[in-house]
């Protein structure tokens, strides 16, 4: 199974990411508010996807350093949408 992060989002759709992820064999890890360690949080995953609409700079920016410093494949989107996470899954190929 293939680690995915998703920074940024709706908090109320945490668990439905998560849900969506598993029907395309990611386990995902989800971060909707900065936690004090978001980079040693996002470890070493497969696919690192930003919903730049709900992010701040702050977090923006720690996961763009983190993922060319790990060589991270790193997903840009503006919308937060199920819909839009979907689409990124199926498109991508880790």
Do not use: W
């Not at 920074?7 to 668990?15: L, S, T």
């Not at 060589?71 to 937060?80: A, P, Q, Y």
């Amino acid at each position: 199974m293939s680690k995915l992060v998703i920074i940024g989002g709706h908090d109320c759709m945490a668990c439905k990411y998560r849900e969506l992820c598993k029907q395309y064999n990611y386990k995902a890890k989800v971060f909707t508010q900065v936690p004090g360690n978001l980079k040693q949080q996002i470890g070493e995953p497969d696919l690192l996807v930003l919903f730049t609409n709900t992010v701040s700079h702050r977090m923006v920016n720690c996961a763009v350093t983190e993922a060319k410093r790990k060589n991270i494949n790193l997903v840009r989107c503006h919308t937060s949408s199920a819909a839009a996470l979907k689409q990124i899954l199926e498109e991508t190929v880790v």
